[in-house]
């Protein structure tokens, strides 16, 4: 489990834009789903980063937050 959540750190790490576009969520589920993460853990885990942070460059700057946002979709 460790090492999915790292994988969805650096999934979010890839992206350094400003706004949540439609081509970056469609690309973290892409990315969520290719690490053998259920469709319910992605969804729940996008959604929940989307809420929290305004950007994607905010979501870098606490990344520490994020294994509490994962730890939340889990089953």
Request: glycine letters at 2%.
């Amino acid at each position: 489990m460790i090492r999915k959540i790292v994988a969805l750190i650096l999934i979010v790490v890839f992206f350094s834009c400003e706004k949540w576009s439609k081509l970056e969520c469609e690309t973290y589920i892409a990315e969520c789903y290719s690490s053998s993460l259920d469709s319910a853990f992605c969804e729940c885990s996008l959604e929940k980063i989307k809420i929290k942070f305004n950007s994607l460059e905010e979501a870098l700057h606490n990344e520490e937050k994020l294994p509490e946002i994962f730890l939340g979709c889990q089953n």
